[in-house]
């Protein structure tokens, strides 16, 4: 029997926040006020899909080694 896995990907939306965090100080650096707080909720939104994924990976780590 094969097992299926599926791959989990933690560091695309860990850049993806990083780069929303830059956009978000070239924004508050042009007094552009609405656009920094937008790509805040984008930094948020990649940081919590992170989260996910590297909690995710941590419980098939610990169910292999059970």
């Given at each position: 029997?094969?097992?299926?896995?599926?791959?989990?990907?933690?560091?695309?939306p860990?850049?993806?926040?990083e780069?929303?965090?830059?956009?978000?100080?070239?924004?508050?650096?042009?007094?552009?006020?609405d656009?920094?707080?937008?790509?805040?909720?984008?930094?948020?939104?990649?940081?919590?899909?992170?989260?996910?994924?590297?909690?995710?990976?941590?419980?098939?780590?610990?169910?292999?080694?059970?």
């Amino acid at each position: 029997m094969i097992e299926e896995t599926t791959l989990i990907d933690y560091a695309y939306p860990m850049m993806m926040a990083e780069n929303a965090l830059k956009q978000a100080h070239a924004h508050m650096l042009d007094k552009e006020h609405d656009k920094a707080i937008e790509q805040l909720f984008v930094a948020a939104t990649e940081v919590k899909m992170t989260l996910n994924s590297v909690k995710h990976m941590k419980e098939q780590y610990d169910a292999l080694r059970k």
